[in-house]
């Protein structure tokens, strides 16, 4: 595998002092020849993980069409499939794996299939050498680092006939005006950094990421206000931890500066996420409380509610320094809505810190939340921690947990019936265009009907039925909203 470049562990882990990323502003510069490489063939891009997968699957889709290639829905029509991964459990993996196995069979049919893999699973340093043993179906790997490269690694393939495989381990530099297909006309995600530093002891994507490198706030600003007056009504800022924004620049803001920034643009909605409890500051709280654009819904990924776990995951907050955060939260912010991220079964969990995290949920009554069973990743400092708990135990602690998760989701949603929100529309029921599904302000999905509304219309919509995971309503735009 000589002139594969596949990734090192003790690469990805290194972190530099004043590290910043240059800012390259033309990666992306396709030769004549890779301009027309894909004339007359089809892609197919399948995303696995969270917003920042989301968000470099929007980059890969714009440089395959920017190379000639059409975007096709029906995957078993494709010339290239490109599975987008992500790692941050094994069951997330586990999908990749049993794809590539079904792509097998594609690749019999046509010899002339281009199979990649990209994301977070082709920085682990083991998974990709597996995949590159295992499955020689693959003819294509890169990693997070290194999209831009897309089009050399593509035409080496379809002119020499041979396999590509590049994945770095240290992170690159900061990529701007990457080409672009986004996927939805009225809400877009807009990276604000890339990479974490935190390194909880659980996760993989210090790992797989790499150190972070926030994006000049111009640049993002530039970005939000091109997408507005483009139409766009709703900017969700991401990035693995937003809090920390800018600490890696030494331009003298942070995200509360960029929240605020934004807001000025005058974007109708503006979200992010996520934010790490541990540095979420009182100027962030303001912003969110005052600005009447950025949305009143906060996720607050908990972890757990035992002070002894959270240490041991490295999340550095106490569980009296999350629910002073929570108290001020909901009692500065009107009609918040808060949902977090919890995990079960941490090495060595015993039942009663399982109950504290069961006591934490009693006190924020979260109005939704993910739940998890403790997924050991490689590299990871957990996974190789003492584990003497059963999966069994595991499995009906997750149960318990989901059942009370729920009752609060199913309470906060019942409380909706009768009253009128703002809803964005989403999306339209293929068989009866009467039939609509959106968000509220407060990220609450609901279901309802609507003679007049269109996608990426924000309409008032009296919620009749408020249930465990969503809400149903009416459109009552022609009444006032009495709600918010
Ligand atoms: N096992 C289980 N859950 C995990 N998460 C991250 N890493 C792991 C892991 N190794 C969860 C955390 C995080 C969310 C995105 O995924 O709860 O907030
Ligand atoms: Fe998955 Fe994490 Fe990578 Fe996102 S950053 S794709 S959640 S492993």
Redesign the pocket.
């Given at each position: 595998m000589s002139e594969f470049l596949l990734p090192n562990e003790k690469d990805a882990r290194v972190r530099s002092r004043n590290y910043r990323g240059e800012i390259i502003r033309d990666a992306v510069r396709l030769t004549e020849s890779q301009k027309i490489l894909g004339n007359g063939l089809s892609y197919c891009v399948n995303t696995y993980g969270?917003q920042a997968n989301v968000r470099d699957g929007e980059v890969i889709c714009g440089i395959l069409e920017e190379m000639g290639f059409t975007a096709t829905e029906e995957m078993s029509m494709a010339d290239l499939i490109i599975l987008n991964t992500c790692a941050?459990?094994e069951n997330a993996e586990n999908k990749v794996v049993g794809e590539l196995g079904y792509l097998q069979s594609y690749k019999r049919r046509n010899p002339n299939l281009i199979v990649g893999m990209c994301g977070c699973m082709a920085q682990e340093p083991q998974m990709a050498r597996k995949i590159v043993e295992k499955y020689p179906i693959v003819d294509l790997m890169f990693g997070t680092h290194n999209i831009y490269r897309l089009p050399a690694l593509l035409e080496n393939i379809m002119k020499n006939d041979v396999r590509s495989i590049e994945v770095l381990s240290r992170q690159g530099n900061i990529y701007e005006g990457l080409p672009t297909i986004r996927s939805s006309r009225h809400k877009a995600f807009v990276n604000i950094m890339d990479g974490c530093d935190k390194f909880c002891t659980?996760?993989?994507v210090p790992y797989t990421r790499g150190q972070q490198r926030s994006r000049l706030m111009q640049d993002v600003l530039d970005e939000c206000r091109q997408l507005t007056e483009n139409g766009y009504r709703e900017i969700t800022l991401i990035g693995q931890n937003v809090n920390a924004y800018g600490k890696d620049l030494d331009e003298g803001y942070d995200f509360a500066d960029l929240l605020n920034r934004v807001a000025d643009i005058g974007t109708e909605r503006i979200r992010f996420t996520?934010s790490h409890p541990w540095d979420f500051t009182d100027a962030m709280v303001d912003a969110i409380a005052q600005r009447e654009n950025i949305m009143p819904f906060i996720h607050l990924?908990l972890?757990s509610g035992n002070d002894e776990i959270l240490k041991k995951m490295g999340r550095r907050y106490t569980r009296e320094q999350y629910l002073e955060l929570y108290d001020k939260i909901v009692s500065r912010v009107k009609d918040v809505a808060v949902s977090t991220?919890?995990?079960v079964g941490f090495p060595n969990e015993t039942h009663e810190q399982f109950i504290d995290t069961l006591k934490v949920v009693d006190y924020c009554r979260y109005d939704n939340a993910?739940s998890?069973?403790?997924?050991?990743?490689e590299s990871?400092p957990?996974a190789r921690m003492e584990d003497r708990v059963p999966i069994e135990e595991k499995k009906e602690r997750l149960a318990l947990l989901n059942q009370k998760l729920g009752e609060y989701s199913k309470m906060h949603n019942k409380q909706c019936e009768g009253k009128v929100f703002d809803v964005l529309i989403d999306g339209v029921s293929k068989t009866d265009s009467t039939v609509m599904c959106g968000y509220t302000r407060q990220q609450k999905l609901v279901n309802f009907r609507s003679e007049k509304g269109r996608v990426g219309d924000i309409i008032n919509v009296r919620i009749t039925e408020g249930m465990k995971n969503s809400l149903n309503g009416v459109d009552v735009s022609d009444e006032r909203a009495d709600n918010e």
């Amino acid at each position: 595998m000589s002139e594969f470049l596949l990734p090192n562990e003790k690469d990805a882990r290194v972190r530099s002092r004043n590290y910043r990323g240059e800012i390259i502003r033309d990666a992306v510069r396709l030769t004549e020849s890779q301009k027309i490489l894909g004339n007359g063939l089809s892609y197919c891009v399948n995303t696995y993980g969270c917003q920042a997968n989301v968000r470099d699957g929007e980059v890969i889709c714009g440089i395959l069409e920017e190379m000639g290639f059409t975007a096709t829905e029906e995957m078993s029509m494709a010339d290239l499939i490109i599975l987008n991964t992500c790692a941050i459990r094994e069951n997330a993996e586990n999908k990749v794996v049993g794809e590539l196995g079904y792509l097998q069979s594609y690749k019999r049919r046509n010899p002339n299939l281009i199979v990649g893999m990209c994301g977070c699973m082709a920085q682990e340093p083991q998974m990709a050498r597996k995949i590159v043993e295992k499955y020689p179906i693959v003819d294509l790997m890169f990693g997070t680092h290194n999209i831009y490269r897309l089009p050399a690694l593509l035409e080496n393939i379809m002119k020499n006939d041979v396999r590509s495989i590049e994945v770095l381990s240290r992170q690159g530099n900061i990529y701007e005006g990457l080409p672009t297909i986004r996927s939805s006309r009225h809400k877009a995600f807009v990276n604000i950094m890339d990479g974490c530093d935190k390194f909880c002891t659980y996760c993989i994507v210090p790992y797989t990421r790499g150190q972070q490198r926030s994006r000049l706030m111009q640049d993002v600003l530039d970005e939000c206000r091109q997408l507005t007056e483009n139409g766009y009504r709703e900017i969700t800022l991401i990035g693995q931890n937003v809090n920390a924004y800018g600490k890696d620049l030494d331009e003298g803001y942070d995200f509360a500066d960029l929240l605020n920034r934004v807001a000025d643009i005058g974007t109708e909605r503006i979200r992010f996420t996520t934010s790490h409890p541990w540095d979420f500051t009182d100027a962030m709280v303001d912003a969110i409380a005052q600005r009447e654009n950025i949305m009143p819904f906060i996720h607050l990924p908990l972890q757990s509610g035992n002070d002894e776990i959270l240490k041991k995951m490295g999340r550095r907050y106490t569980r009296e320094q999350y629910l002073e955060l929570y108290d001020k939260i909901v009692s500065r912010v009107k009609d918040v809505a808060v949902s977090t991220d919890i995990i079960v079964g941490f090495p060595n969990e015993t039942h009663e810190q399982f109950i504290d995290t069961l006591k934490v949920v009693d006190y924020c009554r979260y109005d939704n939340a993910y739940s998890f069973i403790f997924s050991p990743r490689e590299s990871t400092p957990a996974a190789r921690m003492e584990d003497r708990v059963p999966i069994e135990e595991k499995k009906e602690r997750l149960a318990l947990l989901n059942q009370k998760l729920g009752e609060y989701s199913k309470m906060h949603n019942k409380q909706c019936e009768g009253k009128v929100f703002d809803v964005l529309i989403d999306g339209v029921s293929k068989t009866d265009s009467t039939v609509m599904c959106g968000y509220t302000r407060q990220q609450k999905l609901v279901n309802f009907r609507s003679e007049k509304g269109r996608v990426g219309d924000i309409i008032n919509v009296r919620i009749t039925e408020g249930m465990k995971n969503s809400l149903n309503g009416v459109d009552v735009s022609d009444e006032r909203a009495d709600n918010e």
